[in-house]
Every structure is written in C-alpha cells, then in structure tokens.
C-alpha cells in the first residue's frame, strides 16, 4: 500500500506559478507510475500528467502542455507537478495518485492509491 500526501497549493494570480509535492509512503513509489489529476465541483476528474516509474516519459493533457512539468525524486519518494503561466481555468482541487502496473498513464481513474488534494485557485 502507497499513501500520498500533496501539499504546495494556494492562491495565485493569473500568468503566475505554483509547485505542488506528492509525498508518498511505502517501498514501491520507486516502481509505480505516478500521476496528477484535477477536479472543479460537479465535473469528473480530469488526467492532468503522468510520469513513468524511472520518470523517462511523460505525459499531458492538451490544455497544460508546455505550461506544466511533471518529476520526481525516487530517492525522496516525492513528486512535483510544476505549474507556470497560470490560469484560472487550472483552478481546481489537485490529486498526485499511482498505480501498479505500468499500463495506460493517462487513464487516470485506473489508478490504485490516491492522496487527499490540494487546493489550487488562479484569480484573474
């Protein structure tokens, strides 16, 4: 079992950054591709990005591409989700979740263990 605390949310305005952490528990964070995913009130969770084990490949929706830079740090057990230009349609509770098998990084609601969000609002 793999828990998973994210923290680095807030308040920011349009055009700025933020940096959300995934902090992850147990021995297979080093073995499990991780992903983000967003969710606004009575929407469905939406993928965000997804990082492979080793962190070789990545992946992103359409609307961050080029805005958003997912990592992590397996010697930390800890993931980033790096967040720049800033609008306020990312305003969202963010979600770092991971998954056992190494298989289709983007369908993020096939993933296993889920940290409990963090907050993030873009003013205009």
């Known amino acids: 079992q793999v828990q998973m605390v994210e923290s680095g949310g807030g308040l920011v305005q349009a055009g700025g950054s933020l940096r959300l952490s995934c902090a992850a528990s147990?021995?297979?964070?080093?073995?499990?591709?991780l992903g983000w995913a967003r969710q606004v009130p009575g929407k469905e969770r939406e993928f965000v990005a997804a990082?492979?084990?080793?962190?070789?490949?990545?992946y992103y929706a359409d609307p961050v591409k080029g805005r958003f830079t997912i990592s992590r740090d397996n010697a930390k057990n800890t993931a980033y989700l790096q967040m720049n230009s800033l609008k306020p349609e990312d305003t969202a509770v963010y979600y770092c979740?991971?998954?056992?098998?190494?298989?289709?990084?983007?369908?993020?609601?096939?993933?296993?263990?889920w940290g409990q969000g963090a907050q993030v609002t873009v003013s205009s």
């Open positions: 979740a991971v998954r056992k098998l190494p298989i289709r990084y983007t369908r993020i609601n096939e993933y296993d263990y």
């Open positions: 990082i492979t084990s080793s962190g070789g490949s990545t």
């Open positions: 147990g021995r297979t964070f080093s073995r499990s591709p």
